[in-house]
């Protein structure tokens, strides 16, 4: 039934303006407003996909990745994000090194949060 339909996401934040500068300045992102849908913005992703954003009162950030972005060197894409204004997140499991990255098994990946605390990533994909 819904093999052919153009499926989307989409997740919240606690303030649009604060969520726009953020991914179209600090990550570069190509953003659009979507008027016709009460003021929420669209992400372009270089997939083609894209990814809608919305302002939610009372909003709760996710406590999983909403977004990932496969990177072909993680290393250089934490320096770059991190030369931006970008913290990233240190665990204890999995491990992550003292830059936020994990190499303990899979990809190296490594997490960050957009201003409304909505957890990000970059993994290598070779």
Not at 49 to 54: E, F, I, S, W
Not at 62 to 80: C, G, H, I, R, Y
Not at 109 to 118: E, K, L, R, V, Y
Request: hydrophobic share 40%; aromatic share 8%; glycine share 10%.
């Amino acid at each position: 039934m819904l093999t052919d339909s153009p499926a989307f996401s989409g997740f919240s934040v606690d303030d649009l303006e604060k969520a726009r500068r953020f991914y179209e300045e600090t990550l570069g992102l190509r953003v659009s407003d979507v008027p016709e849908m009460g003021g929420l913005l669209r992400l372009h992703l270089g997939s083609g996909a894209d990814v809608l954003v919305y302002a939610k009162s009372g909003h709760t950030p996710a406590t999983f990745t909403v977004l990932n972005f496969p990177v072909p060197d993680v290393e250089k894409a934490v320096d770059e994000l991190v030369a931006r204004g970008v913290a990233f997140e240190h665990y204890d499991d999995p491990p992550t090194d003292e830059g936020g990255i994990m190499r303990a098994g899979g990809p190296l990946i490594a997490w960050f949060t957009d201003p409304a605390g909505n957890v990000l990533s970059v993994l290598q994909q070779d």
